[in-house]
């Protein structure tokens, strides 16, 4: 990847990570917590392609992995991450534009389904039996639905910045066409406000659900 990708997506990663864990994962909300780290992944992988995504993913998956309270294997979230990043990449639009919110958002609810049952299916491999304990199904709706209301207020604005990383020139039309809107996602205005799941260590339901991923 490229010094200016790196530096970008470093920070990025880092600053949603520090949030995740200090203030969204604190959160007392029913079902899942929400996600910022997933998020931040999605809009890399939207500019930067399915390679880029996956070694992001992977990246941030692993300093989620790794930073404290972390109580599950480590790689676990890293090995989700990466094949969300990956698979996030593969819907990158050819011309770089994202005409619509319709895709957009349906990569976010699949991302975020996708990303909780995958963590569920790891954990149960290594033998972590919490996916038992907890209504999975309902875990898997909140999450979708924090992180689909999130998306507008964080992955549009992920992408500007990814995209002016890049001097792509996608930037500058889209300024003068848009009007002001925000650089590259043209689909910001039609999004719904929200959050994403993340790690918190509380008892629901008499489970304790654990990590940034919650299970």
């Known amino acids: ?7 970008l997506s470093g920070t990025l990663v880092v600053v949603a990570l520090v949030i995740q864990i200090s203030v969204l994962a604190r959160l007392q909300l029913p079902g899942a917590v929400p996600d910022l780290l997933l998020l931040t992944v999605l809009g890399l ?12 993913g992977f990246t941030a998956g692993l300093l989620a992995d790794l930073a404290p309270p972390a109580d599950h294997a480590a790689g676990r979230y890293a090995l989700v991450l990466c094949v969300v990043g990956y698979l996030v990449g593969l819907a990158r639009p050819d011309n770089g534009r994202l005409r619509t919110a319709v895709g957009p958002m349906a990569v976010v609810v699949a991302a975020a389904v996708g990303s909780t049952l995958l963590y569920a299916g790891v954990g149960a491999l290594v033998g972590d039996t919490a996916a038992r304990d907890v209504g999975l199904g309902s875990l898997a709706f909140t999450a979708a639905l924090y992180d689909l209301l999130l998306t507008p207020f964080v992955v549009p604005g992920v992408m500007a910045l990814a995209r002016r990383a890049e001097n792509d020139p996608l930037v500058d039309s889209s300024s003068a066409a848009g009007g002001g809107a925000s650089t590259g996602s043209g689909w910001l205005v039609s999004g719904t406000p929200g959050l994403s799941r993340s790690r918190g260590g509380r008892v629901r339901g008499g489970a304790r659900l654990k990590g940034v991923k919650r299970l």
């Open 1 to 7: 990847m490229k010094l200016n990708r790196i530096l």
């Open 45 to 56: 992988a939207l500019v930067y392609g399915h390679t880029g995504g996956a070694l992001i």
